[in-house]
């Protein structure tokens, strides 16, 4: 009796200790796995859909690794089956979220420059570029006045959809506008240079000869006695390019641009800002574009008034006016005399002799050289040929003709 309990308490430990055995042996071979709930990742990152198991113990992946794609906004929920030492499957989820955290880029200019009460887009021309928006927000951040000259700082921001911002900055610059006065200059010019000039700031230098006659081509070209080629085209004659009115080349009645032409206007500005900036010079274009019939007008009522020789000294036939051009115009001064003689000793007629070429201007009208331009000294007259030539002309400060330079006449035929 004694004995068989003996055996029964032996059998019953070593049952217990083989259950405990398995148990042991269950418990260490139990599926141990970290997975994580939530990626973030950017746009077009690389990610394998593998890549939110952290760890995994006594058990494996059954899906293939593979790429997610990337190249969209948003959630996705990533499905992965495992299975555990025993072979038996488990299915995990997790949340993969795709950013986009990439700022837009913008094209743009960062400098514009208009005239005031001109009006422009400012966005024309601005271009966004996003890694993933095709339509990203530009717009413009700063205040600004088109009918107010100034220097604007602004700022281009471009926005997408995810919140990712550029900003740019640029420079709007309104510049002054050249104000072209025609009625105020019949009186003006009224009482003009009858008198000579008894200014004693102007160095007289010799009067030069009159150039030779240009060669004829036959082509409808000429050689001037200088060498360079002109052509004249529908009544209008160039000489290397630079359009000629005076008194031997007039232009057509035809011929109209109707203003100051643009990059003379802008030239222009830029000119009377620097010297405003400079010196304080408040300076403008009084008298810029004439019509052909406008200096008709002008110039018969010079005749009636003083007769035909007096006039031609100082008033251009029509036709023959370099204001018919859009590239000439004549500078006033606030508090100085206006388009006439008592401008030549300002400190703003010396301004402008010592700079204008800067900005593409020539003193068309030089002291001492009527016999060559067939005008007395004009010193408020300026007339736009670019910054080269300008220069070339302008030669150290003692002002070289444009008839000079090219070898050609000034003189009326008729
Ligand atoms: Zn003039």
């Given at each position: 009796?004694?004995?068989?309990?003996?055996?029964?308490?032996?059998?019953?430990l070593?049952?217990?200790?083989?259950v405990?055995?398995?148990?042991?042996?269950?418990?260490?071979?139990?599926?141990?796995?970290?997975?994580?709930?939530?990626?973030?990742?950017?746009?077009?990152?690389?990610?394998?859909n593998?890549?939110?198991?952290?760890?995994?113990?006594?058990?494996?992946?059954?899906?293939?690794?593979?790429?997610?794609?990337?190249?969209?906004?948003?959630?996705?929920?990533?499905?992965?089956?495992?299975?555990?030492?025993?072979?038996?499957?488990?299915?995990y989820?997790?949340?993969?979220?795709?950013?986009?955290?990439?700022?837009p880029?913008?094209?743009f200019?960062?400098?514009?420059?208009?005239?005031?009460?001109?009006?422009?887009?400012?966005?024309?021309?601005?271009?966004?570029?996003?890694?993933?928006?095709?339509?990203?927000?530009?717009?413009?951040?700063?205040?600004?006045?088109?009918?107010?000259?100034?220097?604007?700082?602004?700022?281009?921001?471009?926005?997408?959809?995810?919140?990712n911002?550029?900003?740019?900055?640029?420079?709007?610059t309104?510049k002054?506008?050249?104000?072209?006065v025609?009625?105020?200059?019949?009186?003006?010019?009224?009482?003009?240079?009858e008198k000579?000039?008894?200014?004693?700031?102007?160095?007289?230098?010799?009067?030069?000869?009159?150039a030779?006659?240009?060669?004829?081509?036959?082509?409808?070209?000429?050689?001037?006695?200088?060498?360079?080629?002109?052509?004249?085209?529908?009544?209008?004659?160039?000489?290397?390019?630079?359009?000629?009115?005076?008194?031997?080349?007039?232009?057509?009645?035809s011929y109209?641009?109707?203003?100051?032409?643009?990059?003379?206007?802008?030239?222009?500005?830029n000119?009377?800002?620097?010297?405003?900036?400079?010196?304080?010079?408040?300076?403008?274009?009084?008298?810029g574009?004439?019509?052909?019939?406008?200096?008709q007008?002008?110039?018969?009522?010079?005749?009636?008034?003083?007769?035909?020789?007096?006039?031609?000294?100082?008033?251009?036939?029509?036709?023959?006016?370099?204001?018919?051009t859009?590239?000439?115009?004549?500078?006033?001064?606030t508090?100085?005399?206006c388009?006439?003689?008592?401008?030549?000793s300002?400190?703003?007629?010396?301004?402008?002799?010592?700079?204008?070429?800067?900005?593409?201007?020539?003193?068309?009208?030089?002291?001492?050289?009527?016999?060559?331009?067939?005008?007395?000294?004009?010193?408020?007259?300026?007339?736009?040929?670019?910054?080269?030539?300008?220069?070339?002309?302008?030669?150290?400060?003692?002002?070289?003709?444009?008839?000079n330079y090219?070898?050609?006449?000034?003189?009326?035929?008729?």
């Amino acid at each position: 009796m004694k004995k068989k309990l003996i055996i029964g308490c032996i059998a019953t430990l070593l049952l217990a200790g083989v259950v405990f055995g398995c148990y042991k042996f269950y418990d260490s071979k139990e599926l141990d796995i970290d997975i994580t709930k939530k990626i973030v990742v950017s746009l077009n990152d690389k990610v394998y859909n593998t890549d939110g198991v952290k760890s995994i113990k006594n058990g494996k992946i059954v899906d293939k690794k593979e790429v997610i794609n990337t190249d969209k906004v948003g959630v996705k929920k990533i499905i992965l089956n495992v299975e555990d030492f025993f072979k038996r499957n488990k299915t995990y989820t997790y949340e993969l979220e795709i950013k986009d955290t990439k700022a837009p880029k913008i094209e743009f200019k960062d400098k514009i420059s208009i005239t005031e009460g001109e009006k422009i887009d400012l966005l024309e021309g601005v271009k966004a570029t996003d890694n993933y928006d095709k339509d990203v927000v530009v717009k413009v951040v700063g205040e600004y006045d088109f009918n107010k000259p100034g220097e604007y700082k602004l700022q281009y921001v471009a926005r997408d959809s995810s919140k990712n911002e550029t900003k740019e900055d640029f420079l709007l610059t309104v510049k002054k506008k050249v104000v072209v006065v025609e009625k105020k200059e019949e009186i003006k010019e009224v009482k003009p240079v009858e008198k000579k000039e008894s200014n004693t700031n102007v160095e007289k230098k010799e009067e030069a000869p009159q150039a030779a006659p240009a060669v004829v081509n036959g082509d409808g070209t000429f050689t001037t006695s200088k060498g360079f080629q002109g052509v004249t085209k529908n009544g209008i004659t160039y000489i290397d390019g630079v359009l000629i009115a005076n008194k031997t080349y007039s232009l057509p009645s035809s011929y109209a641009p109707g203003g100051l032409l643009g990059d003379v206007s802008n030239a222009a500005n830029n000119m009377f800002a620097a010297a405003k900036a400079e010196t304080g010079y408040n300076m403008w274009a009084q008298s810029g574009y004439r019509s052909y019939s406008t200096q008709q007008r002008l110039y018969n009522n010079y005749v009636n008034r003083s007769g035909k020789a007096a006039a031609d000294t100082y008033s251009a036939r029509p036709g023959h006016s370099e204001h018919q051009t859009g590239l000439a115009f004549d500078v006033c001064a606030t508090g100085r005399p206006c388009i006439n003689s008592g401008f030549d000793s300002t400190p703003e007629a010396q301004w402008l002799s010592a700079n204008a070429y800067k900005y593409g201007f020539i003193l068309r009208y030089p002291p001492g050289s009527s016999r060559e331009t067939g005008y007395k000294y004009e010193s408020w007259h300026f007339r736009y040929v670019g910054v080269d030539l300008a220069t070339k002309l302008y030669n150290g400060g003692n002002w070289i003709t444009l008839e000079n330079y090219f070898g050609i006449t000034s003189e009326y035929n008729y």
